[in-house]
Structure formats: structure tokens, C-alpha cells
T-cell receptor, first 116, second 116 residues
Framework: TQLLEQSPQFLSIQEGENLTVYCNSSSVFSSLQWYRQEPGEGPVLLVTVVTGGEVKKLKRLTFQFGDARKDSSLHITAAQPGDTGLYLCAGADKMNYGGSQGNLIFGKGTKLSVKP | DTEVTQTPKHLVMGMTNKKSLKCEQHMGHRAMYWYKQKAKKPPELMFVYSYEKLSINESVPSRFSPECPNSSLLNLHLHALQPEDSALYLC???????????????FGPGTRLTVL
């Protein structure tokens, strides 16, 4: 069974600080997604990483996929209160061939609180 | 139209009621999903439809009955639910990308279900 270990589970920081969230597995994933979810709402897709060693930037957020495609990290620079939320990583366990969809394996999430 | 919509936003029902949740997308996605999410937990996959056919049923009790009338619509029929079924029910969809190794899922805002 593929598992994604996400850490830390909880993170409470002051506005302006930097932080990193980690997503690790002993399994190889064909792709990995990062989502952000606010209470009572659905997860919003932030990024998909596909290639080992890939780095993607989204404003103050930097996403990295490990060379072996087993782990990923999310780094936020100069966090703001608007970054508060639950961050979920999710790995795809199968190649997507046309209509055949792979399942997403979710990590348990990192609850981030950024205080003004 | 680049979103997944879900209705109703909130639903309160008794254990003897029959109700339905509705999900709609007009992005041309051919895979649609139902997830259940309890507080402070990641989403748990319930059902997957691929090209309007049920492809995955994650051992969900028969009191939950999915239906995919066409490529844009997904329903979840509820009957004789238990209080422990109270949760956020999320719908998601993903595009078919033949031969590409990733599986991006786009989530709706969810239906907050309370079973009394």
C-alpha cells in the first residue's frame, strides 16, 4: 500500500516567516499534487509536479519533486495570514491512460496558521 | 466554465430520509469522483466514474448510491444514513490526458451533510 507521510502536522508562525512542508513516501509516484483547503471548502489545486527534480514556483510558494519521485516539499517565503489553511499533498499511483484514472493517495495534511 | 459545482451547500437529514447530492462540471472532464472528508482528515475516496461508468467503489455501504447520468453530472443518492455519515462530501473531476503520467483532480466546494 502506498503511503504519503506529511510533516509537520501543525505549524503556527508569525507573518513574514518562512516555512517548509514535507511529503515523503517509500513509493514512486507518477505525479504529485499540492492542494490548499480552507475550512468547509473543497481543496484547491496549487500545482502538479511530474518530473523527478522538478521545481515549480507560484509567487511566494516553491514546490519541489524529489529526484526519485518519492518525496516533495512546499516552501513558503514571507508567509502571510492569507496563507492560512490545510495543505495536502496527493500522489497519483498509476499512469493516466486516456479514460483510466489513477487514484490519488493523500497525505494527512499540514494545518498552517499564520498570525499577523 | 472552469469549476466544479455542488448542491446543496448544506444538508441536514434524518436517518429515514432519502436525499441526493449533485455535482456538475462543464470542463469536458471524463472522470468524476466522490470523496468523504471528516474534520481534520484528508479526503477519503468513495467512488470513481470514468466515461460515465463506475470504475472504482471503495467498499462503500449500499446506503450510498452513485449515479452518473451524463459526462457532466454526478449524483450521490443517500438513504437510511447513520449519524457517523455526517461529513463534508466532495466531488472532483479530472481531464483525460492519454499517456501522460499525472492525475490532476479539481474539487467542488463540497456539501456539508449532517445526519440526525
Amino acid at each position: 500500500t502506498q503511503l504519503l507521510e506529511q510533516s509537520p502536522q501543525f505549524l503556527s508562525i508569525q507573518e513574514g516567516e518562512n516555512l517548509t512542508v514535507y511529503c515523503n513516501s517509500s513509493s514512486v509516484f507518477s505525479s504529485l499534487q499540492w492542494y490548499r483547503q480552507e475550512p468547509g471548502e473543497g481543496p484547491v489545486l496549487l500545482v502538479t509536479v511530474v518530473t523527478g527534480g522538478e521545481v515549480k514556483k507560484l509567487k511566494r510558494l516553491t514546490f519541489q519533486f524529489g529526484d526519485a519521485r518519492k518525496d516533495s516539499s512546499l516552501h513558503i517565503t514571507a508567509a502571510q495570514p492569507g496563507d492560512t489553511g490545510l495543505y495536502l499533498c496527493a500522489g497519483a499511483d498509476k499512469m493516466n491512460y486516456g479514460g483510466s484514472q489513477g487514484n490519488l493517495i493523500f497525505g494527512k495534511g499540514t494545518k498552517l496558521s499564520v498570525k499577523p | 466554465d472552469t469549476e466544479v459545482t455542488q448542491t446543496p451547500k448544506h444538508l441536514v437529514m434524518g436517518m429515514t430520509n432519502k436525499k441526493s447530492l449533485k455535482c456538475e462540471q462543464h470542463m469536458g472532464h471524463r472522470a468524476m469522483y466522490w470523496y468523504k472528508q471528516k474534520a481534520k482528515k484528508p479526503p477519503e475516496l468513495m467512488f470513481v466514474y470514468s466515461y460515465e461508468k463506475l470504475s472504482i467503489n471503495e467498499s462503500v455501504p449500499s446506503r450510498f448510491s452513485p449515479e452518473c447520468p451524463n459526462s457532466s453530472l454526478l449524483n450521490l443518492h443517500l438513504h437510511a444514513l447513520q449519524p457517523e455519515d455526517s461529513a463534508l462530501y466532495l466531488c472532483a473531476s479530472s481531464p483525460p490526458r492519454a499517456g501522460v503520467g499525472y492525475n490532476e483532480q479539481f474539487f467542488g466546494p463540497g456539501t456539508r451533510l449532517t445526519v440526525l
